[in-house]
């Protein structure tokens, strides 16, 4: 399977906060028509598993970007790195959007979910997209989950556990599921908690966004019980979709091209962007 790795290996980037903000070619010749969308990752990810959307949408002149917050990615992982928590990592967001010149389409996946509703409370946006998502923590019936040993660093997931809670689609392909652990990176303990704890609320009525929430019908019932996906769409004002055959890293399905074509037949109703041909 090709990932596009070496494709979003290559793109430029440049400091976004204490992290890294990757920018498609169709940045340097955007025409206003449709608003860009920054792409933001979940736990142990980083830009790269944004990869294949990112290589489309540049087939498409569509402006985009990928940010690895702090210490992921490949970025070095200092000293404090596992006592940061969401709102520090939700900096590096900001960041990220002061260096994009209009308001974007921000876009999280699970644990980044709950990274970009932070931010979001500072934003200028064009929409809000929120794949998978972590709920906020004041979000009723949100289930809370057993809290992991702080100090040091939480190990990436192995091979088995990757592939039955992130890349179930490609099971049958140890080759491929091995590729992707590949790119895992260890995690804050502290980031993971404020999410297990449902510590960490986000100001709803601060954001001022049309917004989207995509479900995955293969996610895990303990991380997304039944109903709770369609809570935090209400909690949003979002427009819900379920995708019956998506995993929880949808971007790297083998028909990856779904949740894409989700996320832009809802931004070229809900935003007025211009159509692509597909």
């Known amino acids: ?15 976004a906060g204490q992290g890294r903000l990757l920018k498609g070619a169709a940045f340097a010749k955007a025409d206003g028509t449709r608003p860009p969308i920054l792409l933001v990752h979940g736990a142990y990810h980083g830009a790269w598993c944004y990869a ?32 940061a928590g969401v709102r520090q990592m939700a900096e590096d967001i900001v960041a990220a959007g002061d260096l994009i010149e209009t308001p974007p389409i921000l876009c999280g996946h699970s644990l980044g979910a709950l990274l970009v509703g932070v931010a979001a409370e500072t934003m200028d946006l064009a929409g809000l997209v ?46 491929a599921v ?67 055959n998506a995993s929880h890293c949808l971007m790297v399905d083998p028909d990856w091209q779904t949740g894409l074509n989700s996320i832009l037949d809802w931004a070229q109703r809900r935003t007025g962007a211009h159509e692509i041909d597909r």
């Open 52 to 83: 294949l959307w990112m290589r489309e949408l540049d087939r498409h002149g569509w402006p985009v970007a990928a940010l690895d917050v702090r210490g992921h990615g490949g970025l070095p992982q200092d000293a404090n790195f596992a006592d």
């Open 1 to 15: 399977m090709d990932f596009a790795f070496d494709y979003v290996d290559n793109l430029p980037h440049e400091p």
């Open 130 to 175: 929120l794949l998978a998502p972590s709920p906020p923590g004041q979000l009723p019936g949100a289930r809370a989950l057993p809290a992991i040993a702080e100090g040091k660093v939480k190990s990436p997931p192995d091979l088995s556990t990757a592939s039955a809670n992130f890349f179930p689609r490609w099971a049958g392909d140890p080759a």
């Open 178 to 244: 091995a590729k992707l652990v590949g790119r895992l990176t260890p995690e804050s303990p502290v980031l993971q908690n404020e999410r297990f704890r449902l510590s960490v609320p986000v100001d709803r009525d601060a954001i001022d966004a049309p917004a989207l929430c995509i479900a995955c019908g293969l996610d895990s019932e303990d991380l997304h019980p039944p109903g709770q996906d369609k809570a935090v769409a209400d909690f949003y004002d979002a427009e819900y979709r379920i995708l019956p």
